[in-house]
């Protein structure tokens, strides 16, 4: 058998992988310096915790996990049935009643009781509520782990991919908000991604339009589908909202939003204008105008904060604030942050009344924005900075006392260990990438010395161990 791994999943090489613990110590230093602390949660959930949190798009996109157990195996319908559905083996695919259906849905929770977590949020919102007998609130977690999407592949969309998350829980003050978009600015700045857009919205705008449209009862369909507009365009959004069942003449009031531009003081203007007969818009105005204002009063180091009328994020915990981070525009690439207010998600649990607000950043597609701009130190790598070549026992043993101090200064040392051929560790050497050789015989011995050898500019010379150790540092 050919050794191949799952679609949407990756193998990561170890110049890959210090690349990517080099943003995640970025993100990790960003997050403690703005006050939040570390959990971490299972890989997997109790299916009951995750579906009907995501909407109808997010849960058919959640992989669940088959109980173990012995089930009976139907080869028409290729799937394991339990004994009393004999009416269902009988039929065909095309002929199953509605009442079968129901008893398979039934079956199909009975072998799958758990699912990978899709998201880090609605497990940190179980978190809360299972452990707030011990939570300190307002309660700031930063959380750095995988997650899993039944989604298609395609660049910079995988099925496990690592999320970034930071969350304040027990706080309404919007100036959450406030330091989530400076922790976006602070983050993409260290990491030398200047230009970044994060855009923001409201979902009350949102609330608000839809009421204003006569079309409150299609919210979700309404913002689903508005969401999309820079996938599938204008056209796209309004067939997609008349098959939702918005009307014509609704679609026709929101004509403005598809073509919303100028300042985000304009843009405020615009929207209050528009939701004037809308409590809850208004309301969802004057959000974005706090954060935007103290935002704009307080500066960005390097990224742009705009105001997009059309972000809705298709999820549907989120109650105010909604983020969206896009990278430069130089790169081809889809969002690399995004987080919102939720005002109520523990509530699903059993706490209520506990308003949440939280970021997070793409992990994956970070990494391949940062690649594509050649913006990783030269720094950054796995490698050795130096290997010491093995001409036998005792000059091995004779540098590993070298070895042995060097590493406890910090520096990564190592010996070649076989006694080999010089001209294969000095190849190794070479593929690895390990800038220095540390050459010890029978000479460097006799004198208490090393030879040291550059492999990029070919200089060698003897030195003391003290003088190695300065020309390694």
Not at 306 to 328: C, H, K, Q
Not at 372 to 380: D, G
Request: glycine share 8%; charged share 25%.
């Amino acid at each position: 058998m050919k050794p191949s791994i799952p679609k949407g999943t990756r193998d990561f090489s170890p110049a890959e992988v210090a690349k990517r613990q080099y943003i995640i110590q970025k993100i990790k230093t960003n997050f403690e310096k703005f006050g939040f602390q570390p959990i971490e949660t299972p890989s997997f959930e109790n299916s009951e915790t995750l579906m009907g949190k995501y909407g109808e798009e997010g849960d058919r996109l959640i992989f669940k996990i088959l109980n173990s157990g012995n089930f009976f195996y139907d080869k028409k319908l290729k799937i394991e049935l339990p004994e009393s559905l004999d009416a269902l083996r009988a039929n065909s695919a095309e002929t199953i009643s509605t009442k079968e259906l129901i008893e398979l849905n039934k079956f199909t929770n009975r072998i799958s009781e758990k699912a990978l977590r899709y998201d880090l949020t609605v497990p940190f919102a179980r978190y809360v509520v299972q452990h707030q007998n011990e939570i300190e609130f307002p309660f700031k977690r930063y959380q750095i782990q995988p997650v899993w999407r039944a989604d298609r592949p395609q660049k910079g969309r995988f099925r496990e991919f690592f999320q970034c998350d930071a969350d304040v829980v027990g706080s309404i003050s919007l100036w959450q908000e406030v330091e989530l978009v400076q922790l976006y600015d602070s983050v993409f700045t260290d990491l030398g991604l200047t230009g970044v857009t994060i855009k923001i919205n409201n979902r009350k705008i949102l609330s608000g339009i839809a009421e204003v449209i006569g079309a409150s009862d299609k919210l979700i369909d309404f913002t689903v589908a508005l969401d999309k507009l820079d996938k599938i365009g204008e056209d796209g959004v309004k067939k997609e909202m008349m098959e939702k069942g918005i009307s014509e003449s609704a679609i026709k009031k929101v004509q403005p939003l598809f073509n919303f531009t100028g300042t985000i003081t304009e843009k405020i203007e615009k929207l209050s204008a528009l939701l004037s007969e809308s409590i809850e818009g208004i309301k969802g105005v004057q959000e974005l105008q706090f954060i935007c204002d103290n935002v704009s009063s307080l500066g960005l180091s390097s990224s742009i904060l705009d105001l997009d009328v059309t972000l809705a994020r298709g999820l549907n915990y989120y109650t105010g604030a909604i983020f969206e981070v896009a990278p430069p525009p130089t790169v081809s690439m889809g969002s690399i942050g995004g987080g919102g207010r939720y005002d109520d998600l523990t509530g699903i649990f059993g706490l209520k009344n506990v308003s949440g607000v939280g970021i997070s950043f793409g992990l994956d597609r970070i990494y391949l924005v940062i690649e594509e701009l050649n913006l990783f130190p030269e720094t950054v790598t796995s490698t050795s900075k130096a290997i010491f070549l093995n001409f036998g026992d005792q000059e091995a043993k004779y540098a590993m006392k070298a070895i042995t101090d060097l590493r406890k200064s910090g520096l990564k040392v190592e010996l070649y260990p076989d006694n080999v051929k010089i001209a294969k560790q000095f190849q190794y050497a070479d593929k690895r990438g390990i800038p220095f050789v540390v050459i010890v015989g029978e000479e460097e011995m006799r004198n208490n010395q090393f030879s040291l050898k550059n492999l990029t500019s070919g200089e060698q010379q003897k030195v003391s161990f003290d003088e190695l150790k300065k020309a390694l540092i």
